[in-house]
């Protein structure tokens, strides 16, 4: 079964600080990872989406990148400000077409 | 063009009650997940259909819970005799393709139920 981890899972910066949120899965027979925001009491909203057979996907200050062989994604958040205070959640599907989440990481980034 | 909308937006139930919670995805998508998300977790996979075939309900914790796509668009998602550990956010997302493959998940804003 997939087991989906993030780090860390909660984490507080000040504004301009660029991010690493880390996001680990135990099978690496995927077919894409997806990283979304949910903002409180919000449904989630897609950032980035990964096909298995890219390493990397950008939209402006987001990046994230998939090294599917050691299970591992990255997104890096430059130039955080306080509008990106959020939960970020990535989700992986597999063979089972079923996405499996992550428990999120909460992110504060204040002024 | 309009995105996933999900009705109610809350719903306060009293434990034994049977509740509806409705999700109306974008036109033309093909797959419909309905989640449970509990406070302080990702959602947790209940049900999914392709069209109107319901192909995986694995998720589903207890026969209290049934879902449905009649005609392949609206869904509707049943929790009967509602118990209080139903109490959680019910998320509902589509996509163009076929399960979580190739497309973007699109998620409505969910339905917060309560179970007192």
């Known amino acids: 079964k997939q087991e989906v981890t993030q780090i860390p899972a909660a984490l507080s910066v000040p504004e301009g600080e660029n991010l690493v949120l880390n996001c680990s899965f135990t099978?690496?027979?995927?077919?894409?990872l997806q990283w979304f925001r949910q903002d409180p009491g919000k449904g989630l909203t897609s950032l980035l989406l990964?096909?298995?057979?890219?390493r990397e996907q950008t939209s402006g200050r987001l990046n994230a990148s998939l090294d599917k062989s050691s299970g591992r994604s990255t997104l890096y958040i430059a130039a955080s400000q306080p509008g990106d205070s959020a939960t970020y959640l990535c989700a992986v599907t597999g063979g089972s077409y079923i996405p499996t989440f992550g428990r999120g990481t909460s992110l504060i980034v204040h002024p | 063009g309009a995105g996933v909308s999900q009705s109610p937006r809350y719903k306060v139930a009293k434990r034994g009650q049977d509740v509806a919670l409705r999700c109306d995805p974008i036109?033309?998508?093909?797959?419909l997940f309905w989640y449970q998300q509990a406070l302080g977790q990702g959602p947790e996979f209940l049900t999914y259909?392709?069209?109107?075939?319901?192909?995986?309900k694995s998720g589903l914790p207890s026969d209290r819970f049934f879902a449905e796509r009649p005609e392949g668009s609206v869904s509707t998602l049943k929790i009967q005799r509602t118990q209080q550990e139903d109490s959680a956010v019910y998320l509902c997302?589509?996509?163009?393709?076929?399960?979580?493959?190739?497309?973007?998940?699109?998620f409505g804003p969910g339905t917060r139920l309560t179970v007192t």
């Open positions: 036109s033309g998508h093909v797959s």
């Open positions: 997302a589509s996509s163009l393709g076929q399960g979580g493959i190739g497309y973007e998940q699109y």
């Open positions: 099978d690496s027979a995927i077919y894409n």
């Open positions: 990964i096909q298995s057979s890219q």
């Open positions: 259909f392709q069209n109107e075939a319901q192909l995986d």
